[in-house]
Nanobody, 116 residues
Framework: QEQLVESGGGLVQAGESLRLSCTAS????????MGWFRQAPGQQRELVAR???????SYVDSVKGRFTISRDWAKNTVYLQMNSLKPEDTAVYYC??????????WGQGTQVTVSS
């Protein structure tokens, strides 16, 4: 089974930054796309950022200009740099990856909490 492991979550104050990492057990070259989802308490999971093979990137409107997704082939890792964090960014963040068209692989999640 392909394994994705997230790290980098934590507790920060509004306006501060965090960088999340997602490391795969195998090469990320096989993935057509990778992305970051988040789920806040009582809310649906939403796609926050995505990177595809081009590479092309996309972001949910609420994080545009603040978050950046990137990848490191040698480390089999994708990152989510989160700047200017807001309390509404508080959620469990999940790394996901796809070989085809679906999000077939998921990490365990990492908690991000932003205080006012």
């Amino acid at each position: 089974q392909e394994q994705l492991v997230e790290s980098g979550g934590g507790l920060v104050q509004a306006g501060e930054s965090l960088r999340l990492s997602c490391t795969a057990s195998g090469s990320i070259l096989k993935f057509n796309k990778m992305g970051w989802f988040r789920q806040a308490p009582g809310q649906q999971r939403e796609l926050v950022a995505r990177i595809s093979t081009g590479p092309t990137t996309s972001y949910v409107d609420s994080v545009k200009g603040r978050f950046t997704i990137s990848r490191d082939w040698a480390k089999n890792t994708v990152y989510l740099q989160m700047n200017s964090l807001k309390p509404e960014d508080t959620a469990v963040y999940y790394c996901a990856a796809s070989i085809t068209t679906e999000w077939e692989y998921w990490g365990q999640g990492t908690q991000v909490t932003v205080s006012s």
